[in-house]
Nanobody, 121 residues
């Protein structure tokens, strides 16, 4: 079991910045991938950025956020961050953290409760 708690959301003006945090607890050692997703009103949840653990650690971003969003993690792999710069109104959404753990029948996903990001003047 993995528990995730997001923080750092809020109201920000266009062009501003935010730093989201996702704190993981529980079976952290089993986490293979951690990522950030977002869901805007009336839209499907979409991947924003994800980082995969391993000898060839890799990070990937949605095209819509490349160059503005930066995902990072701490050394213990129990916290991931999403630095969001040059915020746009279309970035308004609930941002969710997800941890993926390999399972016998396939990956098991754990989700946080989400943190609201609102970009408005």
């Amino acid at each position: 079991q993995v528990q995730l708690v997001e923080s750092g959301g809020g109201l920000v003006q266009p062009g501003g910045s935010l730093r989201l945090s996702c704190a993981a607890s529980g079976s952290i050692f089993s986490i293979k991938t951690m990522g950030w997703y977002r869901q805007a009103p009336g839209k499907q949840r979409e991947l924003v950025a994800a980082i995969t653990r391993g000898s060839s650690e890799s990070t990937n971003y949605a095209d819509s956020v490349k160059g503005r969003f930066t995902l990072s993690r701490n050394g213990a792999w129990n916290t991931v961050y999403l630095q969001i710069d040059s915020l746009k109104p279309e970035d308004t959404a609930v941002y969710y953290c997800k941890a993926e753990v390999p399972g016998i029948g396939g990956p098991v996903n754990y989700w946080g409760q989400g943190t609201q990001v609102t970009v408005s003047s």
